[in-house]
C-alpha cells in the first residue's frame, strides 16, 4: 500500500470515528480500530500528532464539499446566485455526505477550543466562515447585497447550514432539499440589496 493511500485510509477512519464517536471521544486507539491497523504507530509514522491528523481530515473534508459544491454551482458567476448557491450547495453535500459532515461541524466546535487545542482557532475560522465573509463582503462592494455585517451574516449562515447537519442525525428521514430551499429562501430576503 503506497504511503498516499495509507494517508487517505487513516483520514477516512478518522472521519468515520470523530462523525460516530465524537471529537472528545476520537482517539489514535479508535482511529487505528476503525481503519483496522496493526498499531498505534500506523498513525505516528504518517501524522505528527493528533494536531496535524486533526488538520489534514479537516482539509481533505473542506476539499470534498468544495469539489461537490463547484460542480454545482458550475460557471456562475452572478455573485448573489454564487452565495446561495454556496449555502444548498452546502445542504445538499450534507445529504451525500453524512459523516463528513458530522466530521466537520465536530472539528469546526471542538478542535480550536479543546484543552490540547488540535487545530487553531484561526484556521478553523477561516474555513468555516472566511468564504461566507468574503462572498458577503464583496457582493456588498458591487452593490448585489444590503449594507451588513459580513462578520455578522456568515456566522448566522453558518449555524443555520451546522443546524440541519445537527437535525438530520436525529431525523434521517429529514428532506435536506427543502431544508436547502428554505436556507436559500431565508438568506436571499436577508441579504439582497433591493
Given at each position: 500500500?503506497?504511503?498516499?493511500?495509507?494517508?487517505?485510509?487513516?483520514?477516512?477512519?478518522?472521519?468515520?470515528?470523530?462523525?460516530?464517536?465524537?471529537?472528545?471521544?476520537?482517539?489514535?486507539?479508535?482511529?487505528?480500530?476503525?481503519?483496522?491497523?496493526?498499531?498505534?504507530?500506523?498513525?505516528?509514522?504518517?501524522?505528527?500528532?493528533?494536531?496535524?491528523?486533526?488538520?489534514?481530515?479537516?482539509?481533505?473534508?473542506?476539499?470534498?464539499?468544495?469539489?461537490?459544491?463547484?460542480?454545482?454551482?458550475?460557471?456562475?458567476?452572478?455573485?448573489?446566485?454564487?452565495?446561495?448557491?454556496?449555502?444548498?450547495?452546502?445542504?445538499?453535500?450534507?445529504?451525500?455526505?453524512?459523516?463528513?459532515?458530522?466530521?466537520?461541524?465536530?472539528?469546526?466546535?471542538?478542535?480550536?477550543?479543546?484543552?490540547?487545542?488540535?487545530?487553531s482557532?484561526?484556521?478553523?475560522?477561516?474555513?468555516?466562515?472566511?468564504?461566507?465573509?468574503?462572498?458577503?463582503?464583496?457582493?456588498?462592494?458591487?452593490?448585489?447585497?444590503?449594507?451588513?455585517?459580513?462578520?455578522?451574516?456568515?456566522?448566522?449562515?453558518?449555524?443555520?447550514?451546522?443546524?440541519?447537519?445537527?437535525?438530520l442525525?436525529?431525523?434521517?428521514?429529514?428532506?435536506?432539499?427543502?431544508?436547502?430551499?428554505?436556507?436559500?429562501?431565508?438568506?436571499d430576503?436577508?441579504?439582497?440589496?433591493?
Amino acid at each position: 500500500m503506497t504511503e498516499d493511500v495509507r494517508r487517505r485510509q487513516i483520514i477516512d477512519a478518522t472521519i468515520a470515528t470523530i462523525a460516530d464517536l465524537g471529537y472528545a471521544k476520537t482517539s489514535f486507539a479508535r482511529i487505528v480500530e476503525r481503519a483496522d491497523l496493526s498499531s498505534t504507530r500506523m498513525v505516528s509514522y504518517h501524522f505528527a500528532g493528533k494536531a496535524d491528523l486533526v488538520q489534514a481530515t479537516l482539509g481533505t473534508v473542506v476539499d470534498r464539499q468544495d469539489t461537490f459544491v463547484a460542480q454545482r454551482l458550475g460557471e456562475e458567476r452572478d455573485l448573489g446566485r454564487l452565495l446561495l448557491g454556496q449555502l444548498t450547495g452546502e445542504v445538499a453535500f450534507l445529504a451525500a455526505h453524512p459523516r463528513e459532515s458530522a466530521a466537520l461541524v465536530e472539528i469546526g466546535t471542538h478542535a480550536a477550543t479543546a484543552d490540547d487545542a488540535d487545530v487553531s482557532a484561526q484556521v478553523v475560522y477561516a474555513i468555516r466562515f472566511g468564504r461566507l465573509e468574503r462572498q458577503l463582503a464583496q457582493g456588498i462592494r458591487h452593490g448585489v447585497f444590503r449594507e451588513l455585517d459580513p462578520k455578522v451574516m456568515a456566522l448566522v449562515m453558518r449555524q443555520a447550514v451546522d443546524g440541519v447537519i445537527l437535525r438530520l442525525r436525529r431525523e434521517p428521514d429529514l428532506d435536506p432539499d427543502a431544508c436547502g430551499r428554505e436556507l436559500t429562501d431565508l438568506f436571499d430576503r436577508a441579504v439582497r440589496a433591493d
